[in-house]
């Protein structure tokens, strides 16, 4: 398998564009993850999916902020409108569900809002 | 209180050294821990796993757990340079669908 994959790697955007990230997470998984991660605050979970459905998304910052799973091979986070405070790098990760499990990283996708 | 508390560190220790890496956590149900190591720049990536009391030993590394306590820790030995990350302790309480809980994270530096 080649692991939890996200696009972009990098993604410089525009103060008020809208900013859509992608993740395909590794087959057979049945919890997905994003994260965000600065140097202030650390490593942020924004929101997770299990079986395609939110289960929390307490973590989302604003209502700029949005997550969809359509199916399980595919999630979005978009942000719209992004404001600079929004840069970060921003992590999916997924896991199968259970006491024992650990969440496999993709790369990251790193923000920068000018 | 943090869910998962970490050393801040930065954690400086000379090559050969055994460097110690502390987590406390608040979650008394929690079942699963795990340590990640994430080089600068990386993602973080899986190292270690533990989910009874005790200790549990791979390669340089040796996780330990103590419920009671609520304490979990990394130890690795014969620290070396191509060590250097931060170091993230996960907790997962076997409910929420696999959710983990991270901490902040240590910066451990091996000195050459």
């Known amino acids: 398998d080649a692991g939890v994959i996200q696009s972009p790697r990098h993604e410089v955007t525009e103060m008020g564009q809208e900013v859509t990230l992608r993740c395909k997470p590794i087959?057979?998984?049945?919890?997905l993850f994003w994260y965000r991660q600065t140097m202030m605050r650390g490593l942020e979970l924004l929101i997770y999916?299990?079986?395609?459905?939110?289960?929390?998304d307490s973590g989302m910052p604003e209502d700029r902020f949005s997550a969809k799973m359509p199916n399980a091979s595919f999630s979005t986070l978009k942000i719209q409108p992004s404001e600079p405070r929004d840069s970060a790098v921003y992590f999916c990760?997924?896991?199968?569900?259970?006491?024992?499990?650990?969440?496999?990283f993709g790369q990251g996708t790193r923000l920068t809002v000018v | 209180q943090k869910e998962v508390e970490q050393n801040s560190g930065p954690l400086s220790v000379p090559e050969g050294a055994i460097a110690s890496l502390n987590c406390t956590y608040s979650?008394?149900?929690?079942?699963?821990f795990f340590w990640y190591r994430q080089y600068s720049g990386k993602s973080p990536e899986l190292i270690m796993s533990?989910?009874?009391?005790g200790d549990k030993e791979d390669g340089r590394f040796t996780a330990q757990l103590n419920k009671a306590s609520q304490y979990v820790s990394l130890l690795i030995r014969d620290s070396q340079p191509s060590d250097s990350a931060t170091y993230l302790c996960?907790?997962?309480?076997?409910?929420?669908?696999?959710?983990?809980?991270f901490g902040d994270g240590t910066t451990l530096t091996v000195k050459p």
């Open positions: 087959s057979g998984h049945n919890s």
């Open positions: 999916f299990n079986n395609n459905v939110p289960i929390d």
């Open positions: 990760a997924s896991s199968f569900q259970g006491a024992d499990t650990e969440a496999f």
């Open positions: 979650d008394r149900g929690s079942q699963s």
């Open positions: 533990i989910y009874s009391n």
């Open positions: 996960a907790v997962n309480t076997g409910t929420n669908a696999g959710k983990s809980t």
